[in-house]
């Protein structure tokens, strides 16, 4: 299994999941064009994506999914909550449960909820049966049952939105500072290490850190926050960039 985001933050947010020869695409926050483009620098044509699967329906998860979608024919999976919370119907849109794990051809799908001012909102965990790798952005909380979804994962990617300090002095206003810091905003750095304390890492290869905001965050931040918790001998940490890297992550 490998894994490459095409970028992750609050101008969009697309991560291609490739195993067996199956790729899906989770989220698809950029323009059908700009997709196109970092796909294909990838090596990956959007026709061979065996689907979409769309965690919320906010822009920077959805902005490309129904031209993309339209564009190469392809299906798209999202809760039943989310397609109801849509401006208008998605073509070849099938819903899935929540709760209750899925395939698409090679890879079965984990989706759980998430805490997140959306319809449904959840994320994933994606195995090929000799891996897992767990999505986890999006959420202002992480609960018990989260904890139980991303155990014993081997690669895991994990929203490091803001700094509380950067956020509260930064130059958002108050109101969209509250929303960002509530139970129904985004995880901050030291919200995302507690999680990672909370979870067995025995067989975590490397985390990458992602949904990092440009305003009110920085790389060195969110890496020494980690580090605290992984140590000096943990799996490397990668802060993903908006706008993706061209790069190939892969569990061995």
Known sequence: MRIASLGSGSSGN?????????????????????????LRALGAEPETLAAIVVTHEHIDHLR???RLAARYRLPVRATHGTLRALDRPVPAAEPFDAHAPFRIADL???????????????????GDGRHRFGLLTDTGVFTPH???????????????NHDTGMLRDGPYPRWLQ????????????GQA???????DTARLQWVMAGHISEKNNEPDAVRTA???VLGPDGPPVDVLAASGDGRWRALA
Do not use: W, Y
Not at 193 to 199: F, N, P, R, T, Y
């Open 14 to 38: 697309a991560t291609l999941i490739e195993a067996a020869g199956t790729r899906i695409l989770v989220d698809c926050g950029f323009g059908p064009r700009v997709t196109e483009r970092r």
């Open 226 to 228: 980690l580090a605290e």
């Open 178 to 189: 509250a929303r960002i810091a509530s139970r129904f905003g985004h995880l901050d750095n």
């Open 146 to 160: 989260i904890v139980e979804m991303l155990a014993r994962c081997d690669g895991l990617l994990l929203e490091c």
């Open 64 to 66: 490309g999914v129904e």
């Open 193 to 199: 290490a507690a999680l990672l304390g909370a979870l």
């Open 108 to 126: 079965t799908l984990e989706p759980f909820p998430v805490v997140h001012d959306a319809a449904e909102p959840c994320q994933l965990v994606v």
